[in-house]
């Protein structure tokens, strides 16, 4: 039995630093038409999903990230009937966002089919539920393009991407958040993935300063993601309904028991609220960015 393979997350390489996994056996690798995707089994994070070298889900964390990037927007809008989900490829978020049976449609838009194709065989957890729900609408497509053509309208829009490098990079753009804004409905709100502050500090308040030239409020909440290395992870928020953030727990309890109070591992009404209030060094960050 040869050497077991280790491999390397490159993300922060210009840092000078390194995560490196150990693969009990490598369930896939390709080259597709836009990255680089493997898959593997880990001894302790189980399967693991690495895009361009940066690691995107792992079974044993991945219900953190799935959890807050879904139920905070959803919960804090109160209404939602229409999402749209940007990336989103292993259709974990699609699958907490289905828990909702209050949302009436979800739409993925996913610019690699091979990465979904791949998710049908090696996460049937998150796409056997949500390929057989008929909210579910799957889109091939450039998020960029979509939010810049599409005639429908949404409540919520969830930016599920890679990292801004490849094909991720347009959806930290301007142009696209000027494209989400364009197909949300009034008193919609849009939620990214923002980077690490510690580590991606730039990323943070770029993001949030495109955000407030565009909309009334433009702000992020935190939560750890295991292997989405360096503690806090930010989660971008842009709304003109200044009033989603500041919703109390009981507002939240209520909403939550009202939708069945369905079973999470992570999300609570209280962590909802909580994940608001920033560190001082992330809050100074954000405060800084964009003035209105
Ligand atoms: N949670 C992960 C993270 O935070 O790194 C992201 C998971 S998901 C796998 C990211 C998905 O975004 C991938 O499937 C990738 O193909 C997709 N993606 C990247 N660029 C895109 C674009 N321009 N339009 C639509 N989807 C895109």
């Known amino acids: 039995m040869g ?5 390397n997350e490159t993300l922060f390489d210009d840092l000078g630093f390194r995560m490196t996994y150990q693969a ?5 690798e390709t080259q597709t038409e836009h990255q680089h995707l493997v898959l593997f089994e880990h001894p302790f994070f189980g399967k693991m ?8 889900v792992t079974s044993k964390d991945e219900f953190v990230y799935h959890e807050m990037m879904t139920h905070v927007p959803i919960f804090a809008h109160g209404r939602a009937r229409d999402v749209l989900i940007v990336g989103g490829g292993d259709c974990g978020i699609a699958e ?22 791949f998710a ?3 996460f049937p957890e998150f796409t056997a539920p949500v390929l057989a729900d008929k909210r579910f609408e799957l889109v091939i ?15 919520v829009i969830i930016v599920d991407s890679t990292d801004p490098q490849g094909p991720g990079k347009v959806l930290f753009s301007e142009e696209f958040y000027a494209g989400c804004r364009r197909c949300m409905r009034k008193g919609a709100v849009m939620v990214t993935q923002n980077g690490v502050p510690i580590f991606q500090a730039d990323e943070l308040t770029a993001g949030i300063g495109k955000f407030r030239k565009l909309f009334a409020d433009g702000a992020c909440y935190v939560a750890a993601i295991p292997t989405y290395v360096g503690g806090h992870m930010a989660m971008g928020w842009a709304t ?5 953030r500041k919703a109390s727990v009981r507002t939240i309890a209520g909403r939550y028991r009202k939708a069945g109070s369905f079973a999470t591992k992570y999300w609570t009404p209280e962590v909802h609220v909580a994940a608001f ?16």
């Open 3 to 7: 050497a077991k393979r280790w491999l």
């Open 141 to 155: 497509d450039d998020g960029m393009n979509y939010v810049a053509r599409t005639g429908r309208r949404f409540d």
């Open 24 to 28: 009990e056996r490598v369930l896939y």
């Open 49 to 56: 999903l690495m895009l361009d070298g940066a690691t995107q």
């Open 277 to 292: 209030a920033l560190p001082r060094f992330i809050a100074e960050k954000v405060a800084k960015a964009g003035k209105r």
């Open 120 to 122: 049908k065989e090696h």
């Open 240 to 244: 003109d309904n200044t009033a989603l």
């Open 96 to 117: 907490e966002t289905l828990k909702h049976k209050s949302v009436a449609r979800v739409t993925q838009v996913e610019i690699d089919a091979s990465v979904v194709e």
